[in-house]
């Protein structure tokens, strides 16, 4: 049965981010009331979401009490925590993330929410991967499993954006990435994270106690180069990152073997997916809107660090 999300109030993580942002549009688009935890309700992003009719409240992942205030009266819960994988000035450790994912999870259950939608990564399951961000949310995921609450956890694929990072050698006219160039790697663009939790918010008899890993594209590197060769207006070749650069950093290294190994590769089922979210974007869709104005600026940046971390 669908649900009706006129008065019912969905708690978003991360709304001034990428996931939770999309997520908070989308819901705020089909009609829901969209409540948004963030940490400075003073942030011009703060702001932003206020104007669009987001309501921010003051709270933090560290802060037991403030995620109960903030889940007061809430029907819904969109949850995702930062990890590890974002680097080391984000400072979130693999055991904060597996915290703040639990007690997120908990603080839900006794507050009497009704459906948590939680968004884990494609590599996450339970097998371990070896890689610290994704075994805590397999961790997350778990604990998710064991409690009496209605939930559906989703398993994003790479992100379209993380292609038009700097240091992937865009400014000098290739690009390199994990897959081989006749190896396919799904994507997902961060908007249609927004348009499935929607979908799942509203229709929870259909997706409660779902795991959907969800993508929007599979592309091998040589297709991707011809991708962003088209949407450039001028050649860019395609390579994987070279070996000695997968040796010497641990974290890319780690990456690639996960996506030879295919589960960072994805396995999302897209037939299926886009009849039931119509309209996801394909590479190509992305490379026709934002994701132009996304590649044209990192063939202009330059950089020579990959930024995936
Ligand atoms: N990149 C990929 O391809 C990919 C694929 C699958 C999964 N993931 C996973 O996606 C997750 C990150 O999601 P994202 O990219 O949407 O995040 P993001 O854009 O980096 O934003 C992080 C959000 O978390 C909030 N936040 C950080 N620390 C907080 C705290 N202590 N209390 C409350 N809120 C806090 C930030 O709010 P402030 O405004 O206060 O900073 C911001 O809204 C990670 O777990 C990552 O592993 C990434």
Redo the contacts with the bound molecule.
């Keep these: 049965m669908k649900t009706t999300p006129q008065d019912k109030i969905i708690l978003v993580?991360?709304?001034?981010?990428?996931?939770?942002?999309a997520v908070a549009e989308a819901l705020r688009s089909d009609g829901w009331q969209v409540r948004a935890?963030?940490?400075?309700p003073a942030?011009e992003?703060?702001v932003a979401l206020a104007a669009r009719g987001i309501q921010p409240v003051h709270?933090?992942?560290?802060d037991l009490p403030s995620i109960r205030a903030a889940m007061a009266g809430a029907y819904g819960v969109f949850s995702?925590?930062?990890?590890s994988?974002?680097g080391a000035a984000y400072g979130?450790t693999d055991a904060d993330?597996v915290r703040?994912g639990k007690a997120v999870a908990d603080v839900a259950l006794a507050s009497g929410v009704q459906h948590l939608v939680y968004?884990?990564?494609?590599a996450a399951g339970p097998t371990r991967s070896g890689m610290g961000?994704f075994d805590s949310?397999a961790e997350i995921e778990e604990h998710l499993g064991g409690l009496s609450l209605r939930s559906t956890v989703i398993r994003?694929?790479?992100?379209m954006?993380?292609l038009a990072l700097p240091g992937m050698g865009l400014d000098q006219g290739t690009f390199s990435f994990f897959m081989r160039p006749d190896q396919a790697m799904q994507f997902i663009a961060?908007q249609d994270i927004g348009k499935i939790v929607a979908g799942i918010f509203g229709d929870p008899d259909k997706f409660a106690g779902q795991t959907l890993e969800i993508a929007g594209d599979a592309v091998t590197g040589a297709q991707l180069a011809g991708n962003f060769s088209r949407a450039a207006g001028r050649p860019i070749v395609y390579q994987r990152f070279p070996d000695s650069l997968l040796h010497e950093n641990a974290f890319l290294g780690g990456l690639a073997a996960l996506v030879d190994e295919g589960r960072l590769a994805g396995n999302a089922d897209l037939a299926a997916l886009r009849a039931d979210f119509p309209g996801l974007l394909t590479l190509n869709d992305w490379l026709e809107g934002a994701g132009k104005t996304a590649l044209l600026a990192a063939m202009e940046a330059g950089g020579s660090e990959v930024a995936l971390r």
């Design positions: 993580f991360g709304a001034t981010g990428q996931q939770g942002g935890l963030v940490r400075d942030s992003k703060a709270g933090d992942l560290t995702v925590q930062p990890s994988g974002q979130v993330e703040y968004s884990s990564a494609n961000h949310k994003p694929s790479a992100f954006e993380i961060v």
